[in-house]
């Protein structure tokens, strides 16, 4: 192990020399052997399983603790000694060990406990280290000081490039003096730590705990009385530094390394005078799961608009890709020698955050980037640095601009948290008059004068303890207690708005709210509530009543039904002459006589001739943006299903008492061709506007959508000329001839071949629910980890070697077009199989390859009903091998009720191999009529993991 290696040596030639230095105690290179010898030998002797955690609260104990474990063959991973032991052991509760090394007394329960700090230094102690082959050398936890994080899997060939790579760009030698001021769990502290090893350097040890705010004022001594030639900082405590001790605090360094945050211009500037007295500042960028830094920059502290993230290390990859792939502005993906191995624990965000581009692996960093003209990269803000008030985008980095050049203030951060701006000023004066007269009122931010800024663990501002120490105040009434409390559930979705939020977080929330608050929140009432303000009126004011207070829906009179089909019939219109193809899904559903009423459904404060007026204008605009509402249906001479445009744009409108039962709107919605898609019923008794669209028409994600573009324009929220134009008929026109130019053999190739049926039965007396654990958050997540687990255990059950199926999917990247915007059913049929030896990141990844044929526009489902593709003779073959497969799935989303949707599939004709999948609190529900499974629990490994699915009989 180079490492190692490296190690033997240095204690070989300078047994003598210090090479950890400590207020409390010194460690020569021969006591760190000593030490990291017995650490050795007792992890050997325990039967240490191949992980060592360790939780150490003095830094001189670092060092030998992490040679120890390598000395063992055993891989390192520090936990987090800014939180309690407890809650820094609940961080890593998916990592299996036994032995923990700390440097003081604890009692764990079936736990070993390896106390360093009893192990005598002094004492020399031989240990034969017999380096064996183990890929992964150290194990770090994404940043972050709550929740569970990733857990980030290195090489030893990561460590070695970037130590490698580094201390030569910084010239670590045996005269560099490192101060150890990064806190040990955070990747950065791995260039300080092993600086001893490898270069012959001596590691200064901070006296006091790294998170304690005390550290701004030793730092500077420390500098100075131990002649400290390296750093390393995030931006935000470096400008504190410099503010606190003067713009020559870092003068005498060599070097100052910043990482970690966004590089403020304001620092650059407040660098001058150390850069001009020699000290070389590097602007430092790199996410863990690429080993600590991919890129540098040398800051001159002449930039003027920004400082650049700078160029990769050589061995370092670095590709910016948008939807064009490559381009000059984008995401940053990482690859090369520094890539690690990833997320070893969690296959499925390992697939989704690492990638393959033309055979090169990448990971991708979720940063903005783009290139300058000498080719650097430059760091644009991050999401959570752009905000939004009052509709207009801010650059809080602006802001904190224009308030650092008021004079008398020494520091400024500004920060966004729930919902509103916060300006942090360091100042011997009150400087809010002034700072309020730079700023456009309309931002109206709150501004507190601050004694010191306050940091986390990993030197980063910690906002909500600032918000906390110097301005919270207990809300003053009710109002703003409720508004108080949702923002803060809020902020555990990262989020501001619930319009922000995805529909799978958006269920999530919502039961909490309801939880909190004891209200009960349906769709058609959450349809308006797009603002924490709107969701505390209602909490608090009850505009509306609760479901549970309204009678259920009546059937509409004899009157009420004669008048509506009067209405429908006498729709008169001239239509366009192009016919808009059917989707495969609409054209089967429709070919097999099944309806369809996708029925959105939204509260309104009242409903009165000026209300109805309103919404009735909003429709006619939106039709001249999304033309599918300006479809009529029609069917051909084989009872195709097809749609034209009608010209005249006004839609049908009606008022009743109770609203229309299913029977109801198909008497009259499907009773003769050349009527409308849809169409808008007002329910008097509820209170509520129901747009109904027929014949297929949506599917779920257009549904959502076309409800927050209807809500914004009734809100005022956004207007008519801001909504991006929908065409459902140039989409099907993309898709057609697309799959035209399909090679019907090819497609026979890509179709799994299905070995033996399932032979699965519908039994009409009730429904199967198999469910087990699954904790995804997307869809594609949920499809792969839920098929596969239900198809291994499938295959123990039935006695097959293969599963293979079809999943309903939206799509809306495609290559050539972009349907990011279209309103309609652009959902797709994709084919899957699960092979007996298969892993889930196999699976994944065949799920992914079909996933980019998919994004082409080809749908081998559209090629069967509309017979259409090249090479038609092996049309029937494709047919048969599509017929043939096993299973079909289709997930839902989040729901808040599971008994809810198990009563509706109950009425509904699905066949026994359909299987409806719907999650809740990171449980997956797979719904069905046929027996999935015949024994009630099985058990699937998932790497280390033991995964119990078990299945209930739900009865009619």
Request: overall charge neutral; glycine content about 4%.
């Amino acid at each position: 192990m180079f490492i190692i290696d490296k190690f033997i040596q240095r204690v070989r030639d300078y047994p003598d020399r210090i090479a950890v230095k400590s207020k409390k105690q010194n460690y020569s290179y021969q006591e760190v052997q000593n030490v990291a010898n017995q650490i050795a030998s007792k992890l050997d002797h325990d039967g240490s399983k191949q992980i060592v955690p360790f939780y150490l609260q003095d830094t001189r104990f670092v060092l030998p603790t992490i040679m120890g474990i390598w000395l063992s063959n055993k891989i390192p991973m520090p936990l987090v000694s800014a939180l309690k032991l407890s809650e820094a052991i609940a961080r890593v509760k998916e990592v299996e060990w036994n032995t923990l090394i700390a440097d003081f007394s604890v009692d764990l329960k079936d736990k070993e406990i390896l106390q360093i700090n009893l192990l005598n230094k002094e004492t020399k102690f031989s240990y034969e280290f017999k380096p064996s082959f183990n890929k992964t050398a150290y194990i770090l936890s994404t940043s972050g000081s709550t929740g569970i994080p990733k857990k980030v899997f290195l090489t030893e060939g990561n460590i070695k490039w970037i130590l490698t790579k580094l201390y030569s760009l910084i010239d670590v030698n045996d005269k560099t003096k490192f101060l150890f001021s990064t806190p040990y769990s955070f990747d950065v502290s791995l260039t300080e730590i092993l600086s001893p090893v490898v270069a012959g350097a001596q590691l200064v040890c901070l006296p006091t705990s790294p998170s304690k705010s005390e550290s701004i004022r030793l730092i500077p001594k420390l500098i100075e009385q131990e002649q400290i030639t390296h750093l390393s900082l995030s931006p935000s405590f470096a400008e504190a530094l410099i503010d606190i001790a003067g713009p020559t605090v870092f003068s005498k360094l060599k070097f100052l390394m910043v990482a970690g945050e966004s590089f403020p211009i304001s620092l650059a500037k407040k660098l001058r005078p150390s850069i001009a007295q020699g000290c070389k500042v590097f602007n430092l960028y790199g996410p863990t799961e690429t080993t600590v830094y991919a890129t540098y920059h040398q800051v001159t502290g002449n930039e003027t608009k920004y400082v650049p993230i700078g160029n990769p290390f050589h061995g370092a990859k670095v590709l910016v890709v948008n939807k064009s792939h490559q381009a000059k502005t984008g995401e940053l993906y990482i690859g090369g020698n520094g890539l690690t191995q990833g997320y070893l624990l969690d296959p499925i965000k390992n697939d989704a955050s690492f990638v393959f581009i033309q055979g090169q692996r990448y990971y991708k960093t979720g940063d903005n980037v783009t290139t300058d003209s000498n080719g650097e990269l430059i760091f644009l803000e991050r999401e959570d640095d752009q905000v939004q008030v009052n509709g207009i985008r801010i650059e809080l980095g602006e802001i904190q601009t224009i308030v650092a050049k008021i004079s008398g203030i020494k520091s400024v951060i500004v920060k966004f948290q729930y919902g509103r701006i916060y300006v942090f000023y360091l100042s011997d004066h009150n400087k809010e008059e002034q700072i309020r007269e730079k700023i456009p009122t309309y931002l109206n931010p709150i501004i507190v004068k601050v004694k010191q800024f306050l940091y986390t663990y990993n030197r980063k501002i910690d906002v909500k303890a600032m918000i906390d120490r110097y301005y919270y105040q207990a809300p003053s009434n009710d109002d703003e207690r409720v508004l108080d409390k949702l923002q803060s559930l809020l902020t555990k979705y990262h989020v501001n708005e619930t319009s922000q939020l995805d529909s799978l977080d958006l269920v999530r929330f919502i039961i909490e709210v309801e939880h909190t608050f004891s209200v009960h929140i349906n769709d058609e009432q959450l349809a308006l509530l797009t603002t924490a303000e709107r969701l505390a009126d209602f909490i608090k004011h009850k505009k509306w009543l609760k479901t549970d207070d309204l009678q259920v829906d009546q059937q509409a009179t004899k009157a009420e039904l004669l008048n509506f089909k009067i209405l429908v019939d006498n729709f008169a219109s001239q239509y366009e002459q192009e016919k808009i193809t059917a989707s495969s899904t609409q054209q089967s559903l429709f070919l097999q006589g099944k309806t369809s009423f996708d029925r959105l459904r939204i509260a309104l404060p009242a409903i009165n001739y000026q209300e109805i007026e309103k919404i009735r204008k909003i429709f006619i605009g939106l039709a001249s943006k999304i033309d599918l509402l300006t479809f009529a249906w029609f069917q051909d001479d084989q009872g195709r299903l097809y749609f034209q445009k009608a010209t005249n744009i006004c839609p049908i409108t009606f008022v009743c008492l109770n609203g229309f039962s299913k029977n109801d709107l198909e008497q009259v919605l499907y009773a003769k061709q050349g009527r409308p898609i849809y169409c808008l019923i007002f329910n008097l008794n509820r209170c509520q506007l129901e747009i109904v669209f027929s014949h297929h028409t949506l599917d779920a994600s257009s549904s959502n959508k076309f409800r927050q573009l209807f809500v914004d324009l009734y809100q005022q929220n956004s207007a008519l000329e801001e909504i991006k134009p929908s065409s459902y008929a140039r989409f099907m026109d993309f898709i057609r001839k697309t799959n035209k130019k399909t090679d019907i053999r090819d497609a026979i190739n890509l179709i799994p071949e299905t070995e033996s049926g399932l032979q699965l039965a519908k039994e009409d007396a009730g429904v199967y629910i198999t469910k087990f654990a699954c904790p995804a958050k997307t869809t594609d997540q949920v499809y792969t980890r839920g098929i596969y687990l239900l198809s291994q255990a499938m295959m123990q059950d039935h006695e097959m070697h293969k599963i293979t199926g079809k999943i309903a999917l939206n799509i809306r990247n495609f290559t050539g077009f972009d349907a990011n915007n279209v309103i309609g059913d652009i959902h797709a049929t994709l084919p899957w199989q699960v092979c007996e030896q298969d892993s889930l990141a196999h699976f994944s990844n065949s799920y992914k390859a079909l996933l980019n044929i998919y994004t082409q526009g080809i749908d081998y489902r559209y090629c069967i009903f509309n017979a259409i593709g090249k090479n038609l003779q092996y049309l029937p073959e494709l047919d048969q091998k599509w017929k043939s497969m096993n299973i079909s799935f289709n997930y839902i989303g989040e729901v808040e009720d599971v008994d809810a949707i198990v009563a509706e599939i109950l009425q509904l004709p699905f066949k026994a191999n359909y299987v409806t999948m719907v999650s809740k609190n990171y449980i997956l529900y797979c719904i069905s009529y046929g027996q999935l499974l015949s024994k009630q629990n099985y058990q699937v490994k998932l790497g280390d993991e033991i995964v119990t699915i078990t299945t209930d009989r739900r009865q009619k």
